[in-house]
Structure formats: C-alpha cells, structure tokens
Nanobody, 123 residues
Framework: QVQLVESGGGLVQAGGSLRLSCAASGRTFIPYARGWFRQAPGKEREFVAAISMNGVITNYEDSVKGRFTISRDNAKNTVYLQMNSLKPEDTAVYYC????????????????WGQGTQVTVSS
C-alpha cells in the first residue's frame, strides 16, 4: 500500500500561482509514476499532469500546458505541481495519484489516490 497526502491548495486570484505537494509513504520502494487529476463540481475527474518514475517523461492536459509544471523529488517521495497564471476554470479539487504503468493520462491506470486539496481561483 501507498499513502498519498496532498497539500498546498487554497484561494488565489486569477493570474496568481500555487504549488501543490504530494508526499508518499508506505511501499515507496516500488517505482511509481505519479499523476495529478482534478474534479470540479458536477464534472468528472480529469487528467492534469503526470511524471514518470525517473522524471524524464511528463505529460500535460492541453489546457494547462505552459502554465503548470509537474516535478518530483524521489529522495523525499514527493511530487509537486507548480501552477502559474491560474484561471477561474482551474477551480477544482486536485488529487495526487500513483501508478506502476508509466506517466499515464488514464484515470483507470492509477492504483493509489490522495484525499484531494481544494484550489479556488477567483476572478
């Protein structure tokens, strides 16, 4: 089992920045790719970004390319999501996830999930 805990969410004005963190504990000796997903009220959970186990491969949802950056520190078992130029449509609960299937964009590929952290962007 792997436990994931997100932090760093909050309220920010449009154009602002936030940095989300996700710390992993448990069976962290297994090489996991990590992902970020988000879910807005009344909508399905959607892919945001993913990073391979060694950090070489990253994938982004089109609407966040150039604004969000995913990174990881394997020594700390932590993955980050730097979010810049935030827009009201980025408002959602952001979830951290882990998978052994590479930097997948598919929600069904992820085995472990955090509890989520709320990001609210005001206009």
């Amino acid at each position: 089992q792997v436990q994931l805990v997100e932090s760093g969410g909050g309220l920010v004005q449009a154009g602002g920045s936030l940095r989300l963190s996700c710390a992993a504990s448990g069976r962290t000796f297994i090489p996991y790719a990590r992902g970020w997903f988000r879910q807005a009220p009344g909508k399905e959970r959607e892919f945001v970004a993913a990073i391979s186990m060694n950090g070489v491969i990253t994938n982004y949802e089109d609407s966040v390319k150039g604004r969000f950056t995913i990174s990881r520190d394997n020594a700390k078992n932590t993955v980050y999501l730097q979010m810049n130029s935030l827009k009201p449509e980025d408002t959602a609960v952001y979830y951290c996830s882990a998978t052994t299937r590479g930097a997948s964009r598919q929600l069904v590929d992820y085995d472990y999930w955090g509890q989520g952290t709320q990001v609210t962007v005001s206009s």
